[in-house]
């Protein structure tokens, strides 16, 4: 989508003035799913992402590349397996492998945890933590703002289409803020070893809670 106003830059140029395959060498993409018509397999899928080296030096790192995204995400166990024959969550560290794989600095992830159980979903934060740790940018959408307190150092809040809050989640998740987002009484509580915010909705045991409105 064209920005009605601003320019979005990808490496200190805006993005319009990249090519596709420029743009391939320097960010992944993660969508929130993923479908394939052909019986790929797992590697085969993983090794996708190593496309847009293809020709350059880089293609020599292609099969540690793909190798170490699978075991980072789990997903060498069943490397030979159709990709339609997975469970939602072996689909989604699969594809998240594939993003892996391709070594970009810039790391887009679309619900990256949405299909996941409670092991995967720290086990994805974790390589995003290490990710951006090493110097790269991932943004990550997120439902869960336990994840999102948990793991980010910067939080945007979205409402009706545009940023209602910008900042540290310590800042940002505020009770009155969230629950005008979601039109849900949530109560913000800090979590009792970390400290780190936790949003609950508010209950009185009886579910008569007004929704909350901005304005």
């Known amino acids: ?81 159709p990709f339609g ?4 969550g072996e689909r989604a560290r699969t594809a998240l492998a594939r993003v892996l794989a391709q070594r970009t600095a810039l790391l887009l992830l679309d619900e990256p945890t949405a299909a996941l159980d409670l092991r995967h979903q720290e086990l994805v934060l974790r390589v995003c933590r290490e990710r951006a740790a090493a110097g790269d940018a991932v943004v990550v959408v ?17 409402h009706g289409g545009r940023i209602a809050a910008d900042g540290p989640p310590d800042e940002v998740f505020g009770e009155e803020l969230l629950s005008a ?21 508010r209950r009185d045991g009886r579910g008569t809670e007004a929704p909350a409105r901005l304005g």
């Open 1 to 81: 989508l064209t920005p009605a106003t601003g320019t979005v830059r990808v490496d200190g140029r805006p993005v319009a003035d990249w090519s596709p395959g420029e743009l391939a060498l320097r960010r992944s993409v993660l969508p929130q799913s993923a479908a394939l018509s052909f019986p790929f397999t797992v590697e085969e899928v993983v090794r996708m992402g190593r496309a847009p080296w293809v020709g350059t030096p880089a293609e020599d790192e292609d099969d540690p590349a793909v190798a170490a995204a699978m075991v980072t995400t789990e997903v060498a166990a069943f490397a030979d397996r």
């Open 85 to 88: 024959a997975l469970s939602g």
């Open 142 to 158: 997120l439902h869960d703002l336990g994840l999102a307190a948990a793991y980010a150092d910067r939080t945007a809040v979205l």
């Open 181 to 201: 987002v979601y039109r849900q009484p949530v109560e913000v509580l800090p979590h009792p070893r970390t400290g780190v915010p936790l949003v609950v909705p």
